[in-house]
């Protein structure tokens, strides 16, 4: 941290390491007052991991990854535009770190992010192919840790940028195998010396493998596994330190039914795994481990409109905050 940095979150950080440094200083005590006192200090070294890695970003989705829907590896016709509107709405109130240790009182998290996303269905060499970009606008609210106050942060995430392949395509059986690289580009929102931010400041590549599978007439079955890797933010813990994170491993299942003309359902799972992240070189307790349950409906109100709302749930976080509800919805326009 510089030397000569006096703003308010380098304070925090620099108080927070003195009453932690005054909280285990050697006394004397009882069993009771050992086990709240080193509950009370796994609480103050969460806050500053938080505070000095500036890590509490949601980019163009909450999560860190990319998330798809039920029918995302379906390819529309070749020359086919789409234009989609996402509007998610997040909250949550626990933060778990990478050891399990839990920090519920005075804690908090809520987001609205606003998702811009235009699609262009080609072919290439023969295959099925798609290029297309994402903006997200949004805010950050409502953000404490501990009981202390994060702040908040308004304005545009990192745009991301996408062009996906169909190596097979079979339309009879309703067989698609995809592989698509989204390419996240630091331009959002990013104060270094906030611990709250909607951009991330560094670069990202998700690369997924796509795979969705007619299983009856009614019946669908989606899988998607992606690798992400991350660039490194250089501007980290006020400024003068480098965040760096190991790569996450995620899969997405969605099984879906069309259960009326128009209508569909789908209920998914997804598991994200690893996305270490360390400040200076020291694990700062923050990863990208979770287990979540979503819940899909769509429709279709004219031939080229349909609604998609899509509820999920973590029921299972660690190096991060769990999310209690996110909901979605979707406007899609085909043209």
């Not at 596994?225 to 491993?249: E, H, K, P, V």
Request: aromatic fraction near 12%; include cysteine.
């Amino acid at each position: 941290m510089k030397a000569n940095c006096k703003c308010d979150r380098c304070e925090r950080f620099a108080e927070c390491r003195r009453k932690q440094e005054i909280e285990v200083s050697g006394r004397s005590e009882n069993a009771g007052d050992a086990s709240r006192r080193r509950a009370a200090t796994r609480v103050k070294q969460t806050i500053c991991g938080v505070l000095a890695a500036g890590a509490v970003m949601l980019s163009a989705q909450p999560g860190h990854a990319i998330d798809v829907n039920s029918h995302d590896w379906v390819p529309l016709p070749d020359g086919t535009d789409l234009f989609l509107n996402y509007n998610i709405y997040g909250t949550r109130s626990e933060y778990v770190d990478k050891s399990g240790n839990k920090t519920s009182a005075g804690t908090n998290l809520d987001s609205f992010v606003s998702l811009a996303r235009y699609v262009h269905y080609t072919e290439v060499a023969g295959m099925k192919a798609v290029v297309q970009g994402v903006l997200p606008v949004g805010t950050l609210y409502n953000a404490e840790l501990g009981g202390v106050d994060l702040g908040d942060s308004t304005g545009f995430g990192d745009p991301v940028v996408a062009a996906a392949l169909w190596p097979y395509a079979n339309d009879e059986t309703k067989t698609y195998l995809a592989i698509e690289p989204f390419l996240t580009l630091p331009l959002g929102q990013y104060d270094e010396s906030s611990p709250v931010n909607l951009g991330e400041n560094r670069w990202k590549l998700d690369l997924q493998f796509g795979w969705y599978q007619g299983l009856t007439e009614k019946f669908g079955m989606q899988l998607t596994y992606d690798i992400i890797w991350y660039g490194d933010n250089n501007d980290a813990g006020g400024g003068s330190l480098t965040l760096t994170q190991d790569n996450t491993y995620q899969f997405q299942a969605w099984l879906n039914y069309d259960f009326a003309p128009t209508w569909n359902v789908a209920i998914g799972y997804q598991k994200q795994m690893g996305g270490d992240e360390y400040v200076g070189g020291v694990a700062t307790g923050n990863a990208t481990e979770r287990d979540q349950g979503r819940l899909e409906l769509s429709k279709f109100l004219t031939p080229t409109f349909q609604v998609l709302g899509d509820i999920s749930h973590d029921f299972k976080t660690e190096g991060g905050f769990a999310e209690d509800f996110r909901g979605t919805l979707r406007l899609a326009k085909v043209f």
